[in-house]
């Protein structure tokens, strides 16, 4: 990868960069317009990263951190932990917009937002601001989101460099989703869930879940991070699977604002919200996906899979769609439940669990694991069971012992499914089907969800 921008590279960055830098300058000259904002820093973010990425390569390589894609006949080092670039970038970013949602409230709730001249009453003075007209709520989950994403930033960092332990590790995003946690506990604390209506005559319209909901909450945090760096292994899935689900999410914000409603719905602002952080998300991730798809130039590294994985729990849980978010993660909900025997080490885990590459074809084939003693006999009995189902592939002694299987994740399967690929080929047929279960939970989620609750909040 060259270390420089070619001419046509830097001219097209420069030329969006500076269209991005005036519609900045025009927002000013209304309300703030925080949504065009944003687009305008997406913008922004996707020609920084695009170009530190480029520039720093080199740079990474020297302090050690380059790996070699063993999926290709050339297997020559490459840069990693790009991902810590784009992360970087984007809490820069998002520090920097802060004042762009509030613009509207610091121009007209503060004494220095252009009514000095304004007389009122001493009463209607609080040491000179109108401070309750502030929505302090709306700033304190937009800083807790910053404190979250900036220490699941740093566990990812800390991953790269020292490669810690799964059982180490594992628990850590729910400490870094703390302040986000005690943001909603104080401003909106609401612990009930809709009872689907067959259900109601016996739990009632609500069910209070009290600690429970903040459990499951906790939940969400450790999981999206994990599970999207367990779904890796290949060129560019990483990054595109992230970039699919943030399109969605995008797509179903989308759909509580205006022309999409009839009126102002109660929900615009938590969805507003999700969009200030997904737009320059999907800046800087465009940007890596540039240098990460096959042929990847670069790796993407620990730290963005634990960063975009946050990302998503932070808009599903601050803007208090968390159900809809996991509607979007049935790849990923799947690929866990179907690596637990290895992650829990039920079964054989491999160190690296990703395809083998047959440098004779050139083409991806399931990778195995191998038993060095026979299973216990309900999990001989479990694998014989997923390889009638053309779930796993196993092999067998003389005597009906498992003496190997392929390895329990989703890129495996797909092989085995469909035959040795190649490398792109298997991430766009993922990728594909990622696209297509997230649609599909959208409609469940705002269409089929109406047969079993009273009414979907789109309409509310």
Same mark, same amino acid.
């Given at each position: 990868?060259?270390?420089?921008?070619?001419?046509? @590279?830097?001219?097209?960055?420069?030329?969006?960069?500076?269209?991005?830098?005036?519609?900045? $300058?025009?927002?000013?000259?209304?309300?703030?317009?925080?949504?065009?904002?944003?687009?305008?820093?997406?913008?922004?973010? &996707?020609?920084?990263?695009?170009?530190?990425?480029?520039?720093?390569?080199?740079?990474?390589?020297?302090?050690?951190?380059?790996?070699?894609?063993?999926?290709?006949?050339?297997?020559? =080092?490459?840069?990693?932990?790009?991902?810590?670039?784009?992360?970087?970038?984007?809490?820069?970013?998002?520090?920097? &917009?802060?004042?762009?949602?509030?613009?509207?409230?610091?121009?007209?709730?503060?004494?220095?937002?252009?009514?000095?001249?304004?007389?009122? @009453?001493? @009463?209607?003075? =609080?040491?000179?601001?109108?401070?309750?007209? &502030?929505?302090?709520?709306?700033? $304190?989950?937009?800083?807790?989101?910053?404190?979250?994403?900036?220490?699941?930033?740093?566990?990812?960092?800390?991953?790269?460099?020292?490669?810690?332990?799964?059982?180490?590790?594992?628990?850590?995003?729910?400490? $870094?989703?703390?302040?986000? *946690?005690?943001?909603?506990?104080?401003?909106?604390?609401?612990?009930?869930?809709?009872?689907?209506?067959?259900?109601?005559?016996?739990?009632?319209?609500?069910?209070?879940?009290?600690?429970?909901?903040?459990?499951?909450?906790?939940?969400?945090?450790?999981?999206?991070?994990?599970?999207?760096?367990?779904?890796?292994?290949?060129?560019?899935? =990483?990054?595109?699977?992230?970039?699919?689900?943030?399109?969605?999410?995008?797509?179903?914000?989308?759909?509580?604002?205006?022309?999409?409603?009839?009126?102002?719905?109660?929900?615009?602002?938590?969805?507003?919200?999700?969009?200030?952080?997904?737009?320059?998300?999907?800046?800087?991730?465009?940007? /890596?996906?540039?240098?990460?798809?096959?042929?990847?130039?670069?790796?993407?590294?620990?730290?963005?899979?634990?960063? $975009?994985?946050?990302?998503?729990?932070?808009?599903?849980?601050?803007?208090?769609?968390?159900?809809?978010?996991? *509607?979007?993660?049935?790849?990923?909900?799947?690929?866990?439940?179907?690596?637990?025997?290895?992650?829990?080490? /039920?079964?054989?885990?491999?160190?690296?669990?990703?395809?083998? &590459?047959?440098?004779?074809?050139?083409?991806? @084939?399931?990778?195995?694991?191998?038993?060095?003693?026979? %299973?216990?006999? %309900?999990?001989?009995?479990?694998?014989?069971?997923?390889?009638?189902?053309? *779930?796993?592939?196993?092999?067998?002694?003389?005597?009906?012992?498992?003496?190997?299987?392929? #390895?329990?994740?989703?890129? #495996?399967?797909?092989?085995?499914?469909?035959?040795?690929?190649? =490398?792109?080929?298997?991430?766009?047929?993922? /990728?594909?089907?990622?696209?297509?279960?997230?649609?599909?939970?959208?409609?469940?989620?705002?269409?089929?969800?109406?047969?079993?609750?009273?009414?979907?909040?789109?309409?509310?």
């Amino acid at each position: 990868m060259a270390s420089v921008l070619s001419k046509t @590279e830097t001219y097209s960055l420069l030329g969006l960069s500076a269209a991005c830098l005036g519609v900045l $300058a025009n927002t000013f000259h209304g309300e703030g317009e925080p949504l065009i904002a944003s687009l305008a820093f997406s913008g922004i973010a &996707f020609g920084l990263s695009y170009s530190f990425i480029r520039w720093l390569g080199d740079t990474f390589m020297r302090a050690g951190l380059k790996g070699r894609d063993m999926a290709k006949t050339k297997n020559s =080092e490459i840069p990693e932990t790009m991902g810590a670039i784009c992360a970087v970038v984007y809490l820069l970013v998002i520090i920097i &917009f802060i004042p762009f949602p509030f613009y509207k409230d610091i121009v007209a709730a503060t004494s220095g937002g252009g009514n000095r001249d304004v007389v009122l @009453e001493l @009463e209607q003075i =609080e040491t000179g601001r109108f401070l309750h007209r &502030f929505p302090h709520s709306k700033l $304190a989950s937009y800083l807790s989101a910053i404190l979250s994403l900036q220490a699941v930033v740093l566990l990812g960092v800390g991953d790269d460099l020292f490669d810690i332990r799964w059982r180490h590790k594992l628990l850590i995003p729910a400490f $870094a989703a703390i302040p986000m *946690l005690i943001v909603y506990f104080v401003d909106f604390g609401v612990t009930k869930v809709i009872v689907p209506v067959p259900l109601q005559p016996y739990l009632g319209q609500l069910f209070d879940l009290g600690w429970l909901y903040y459990a499951y909450m906790a939940a969400i945090a450790i999981f999206c991070p994990n599970s999207i760096n367990i779904l890796a292994g290949i060129n560019g899935i =990483e990054v595109s699977q992230s970039i699919i689900i943030a399109l969605l999410l995008v797509l179903n914000d989308t759909l509580y604002l205006s022309p999409f409603t009839r009126y102002p719905h109660p929900a615009t602002d938590s969805h507003l919200f999700s969009l200030y952080l997904l737009l320059p998300f999907i800046g800087v991730s465009a940007a /890596l996906w540039f240098h990460n798809w096959y042929p990847a130039k670069v790796f993407v590294g620990d730290t963005y899979c634990y960063f $975009a994985g946050m990302v998503f729990a932070v808009v599903g849980i601050l803007g208090h769609f968390s159900k809809t978010l996991l *509607l979007l993660f049935i790849p990923q909900i799947f690929n866990f439940i179907y690596s637990s025997p290895q992650l829990f080490r /039920l079964v054989p885990c491999p160190r690296h669990r990703l395809p083998r &590459f047959n440098a004779r074809t050139g083409l991806l @084939e399931p990778s195995t694991a191998q038993f060095q003693r026979p %299973p216990p006999m %309900p999990v001989s009995l479990g694998m014989k069971l997923l390889h009638q189902m053309r *779930l796993l592939r196993i092999a067998t002694n003389g005597r009906g012992e498992v003496v190997e299987s392929t #390895n329990f994740t989703i890129l #495996n399967l797909w092989l085995v499914w469909f035959g040795p690929m190649r =490398e792109d080929m298997l991430a766009l047929g993922l /990728l594909a089907m990622q696209t297509t279960c997230g649609l599909l939970g959208l409609v469940v989620r705002h269409r089929m969800a109406l047969l079993v609750f009273s009414e979907d909040n789109l309409g509310v």
